[in-house]
């Protein structure tokens, strides 16, 4: 009797087994929280992944185009420019006459095509150098003088608080520079001077004088420096072609650089032949 119901355990418990088998095998098993496929069926093919679609490269900006000025305001009709600059500087012709002031040079590349410019219209002008910059290009100091145009003391390395250091460091600063100049051009006549930006101080002012140069400011400013407002290329033209146009008048003084400005040059291509047919074009006179 024990043996039988022994038996009878041991089948029943048997049984059991298997179903417990049986449904754990019948389970699919997890993997990375997905359910894996029973044996014969197929995976669903995986989405493929969307890759990020190349980037258009940059297409260059065209080379700006310099435009026939024709100009509905005849700017001699315009009052004459008059008044002086900050702490006596000149800001004035003191004539009918127009004069062009190029500031920060000599540049390698674009003080020789503004000289070339000039040179093909007849025009003399005014270059306010750096005193660094004309130590390491004569060459260029000596054309400038060489082609008669009139050069300008603009402070050793463009230094814009120069106005406010002491006697010492003024004089040294403008020594320095005059010294640069007239080592390239022995004959060169430095007759003005220009703080940078126009940050002109009594001190700095009556320091040139001592040295036998005339202040010099301006009427017109191009503001071709000002790239974050205007841009280059095209916008930097456009911008500086209508504000010499609009506001050129007798007796301007008108403030624009050779130094890496190519847009000025092809500005003024346009503008002084415009320019010429209105006024007299002149260097500050010596």
């Known amino acids: 009797m024990r043996c039988r119901l022994g ?13 417990l088998v049986t449904s754990a095998c019948s389970v699919p098993a997890a993997r990375n929280g997905a359910a894996t496929p029973p044996p014969g069926a197929t995976a669903a093919p995986s989405k493929p992944s969307k890759q990020p679609k190349p980037s258009p490269s940059a297409k260059p900006k065209p080379t700006p185009t310099v435009p026939k000025l024709t100009g509905s305001v005849v700017p001699v009709n315009l009052p004459p420019q008059a008044g002086i600059g900050p702490f006596g500087s000149i800001k004035s012709t003191g004539s009918a006459s127009i004069a062009l002031t190029f500031d920060d040079g000599p540049d390698p590349v674009y003080t020789p095509k503004m000289l070339d410019l ?35 003391n603009h402070t050793w390395q463009h230094r814009m608080d120069l106005g406010k250091q002491s006697k010492e460091v003024i004089l040294t600063d403008l020594r320095d520079t005059n ?21 002109f101080s009594p001190q700095l002012v009556e320091l040139a004088a001592a040295l036998g140069m005339k202040s010099v400011y301006w009427s017109l400013d191009t503001r071709d420096w000002e790239f974050v407002k205007y841009d280059h290329g095209q916008p930097m033209v456009d911008h500086i072609l209508e504000t010499v146009q609009s506001g050129a008048r007798r007796g301007s003084i008108i403030l624009a650089h050779d130094f890496h400005k190519p847009d000025t040059v092809i500005a003024f291509t346009a503008l002084v032949p415009w320019l010429k047919k209105y006024f007299k074009l002149i260097a500050l006179p010596t």
């Open 7 to 19: 038996a009878a355990a041991i089948s029943a418990v048997g049984v059991a087994l298997v179903v």
């Open 179 to 199: 010294k640069a100049i007239l080592e390239a051009a022995p004959r060169a006549k430095i007759k003005y001077f220009r703080a940078p930006g126009g940050y």
């Open 118 to 152: 000039l040179k093909k219209q007849g025009v003399k002008a005014t270059f306010c150098v750096v005193g660094t910059r004309a130590a390491r290009y004569p060459e260029l100091v000596k054309r400038i003088v060489a082609d008669g145009h009139t050069i300008c």
